[in-house]
């Protein structure tokens, strides 16, 4: 909803004191019980999170706003969403039910997702405080747990999932774990970022970044170790350059949308390409293979794409997806997709250009560059627990953002 008159504000500010800021504090609470439960998700079954997140939307829907400055990322995401589902109709992949129907998901996800974003941002300040508060502590448990589990070989999650649901094989629950780093690598620059804001204890931050490096460099996930250098280098950064370090990263995440092809183009015109894919670890290898798949199908359709979810039916040049967003936004949605892809990444991190340092816009950059990381080699653009994290970053933002007095809007 836009700018209001005067009479407006007075009565809606009379308004929501008559009754307490009900609105506020249901909010509140809402985002406070999102970041309890976020931990532990993130830790037992990360595929929990889009659950979380929806239901925080459905439960702040009476929140649900889009303010002035929101208007071109909400239409961005919806001409993304729109082309996203016009690509089905000549998309190869053909979902049999509604568990597999992409278009159906993203279309319940972006109202549910911004919803829960509004209701961060609408929480009272007490309890936008006490959600924070929440965040911070509950990222330095999970970092703990992650350690727990590096020491013990992750013999609490073996003992919980064995007594909860069935045995499960040592390296499956190893690879688990491996995983649950990632969640905490995004989390832990904006838990840091709150902490400052609230003044707690710096070994928290310590206790977090320990929970996944030690975790990660034992259980064989190795972007996590480089995210975080990565999320200090660029909170610094941001800190440093309040004004030029978002533009700077912003302009970084549009580069790798629009020439991510020609990377793996000119990787394979100089020749070693095949080489470095044959030389590396297995994992890495694999990805080098399907970067390279995915260059050659982006070529029979550069404009319009393969449509949505085509990359699921490349087996076996590709399984599932290219293990790289760009990539997939190229090969699945074409030159378009790629666009509004880079467009909504520069709205969306140039928009925490400020005039002087702020702790949460350097965390909230950090963690985007840890989500613009991982994306370019590990998770499928549309998986729903990778877009419900994402949700949880801007969430996130929305507690901690302040107005910015060189704008005229906040």
Known sequence: MGRQGLGGEVLGRRDASEQGDRLGAWCGWLAAGAFALAPALGWLGPLGLPILVALVGLLGLPALRIEDDDRPVAVLLLAALLWAAVSTVWSPFHPSKPANNTALKLALELPLYWSAICAARRASPPLKRRALQVLVWGSALFGLVLLVEFMTDVRLYEILHTAFYQPIRHDLAQSNIGHSTFVLAIMWPLALAAALKLRAPAWLAL????????????????????????????????????????????????????????????????????????????????????????????????????????????????ILHPHDDALQAWLELGLLGALLMAAIWWLSISRLARRGPEAWTAGVAASASVYLLFGAVNFGLWQEWWLALAALIAMAAGLMAEPDPSQAST
């Open 207 to 318: 206790l977090m970044a320990a929970g996944v490096l030690a975790p990660a460099l034992r259980f064989g996930s190795d972007a996590p170790v480089i995210a975080v250098p990565l999320a200090a280098g660029v909170g610094i950064a941001v800190w440093r350059w309040p004004r030029g370090g978002p533009r700077a990263l912003a302009s970084a995440a549009v580069v790798y949308c629009l020439v991510a092809p020609l990377i793996v183009l000119a990787g394979r015109a100089s020749g070693r390409y095949a080489g470095v894919e044959a030389a590396i670890q297995p994992s890495w290898s694999e990805r080098m293979s399907y970067w390279s798949h995915a260059l050659d199908w982006i070529g029979d359709h550069p404009l319009r794409g393969w449509g949505l979810d085509a990359s699921r039916v490349f087996g076996p040049g590709i």
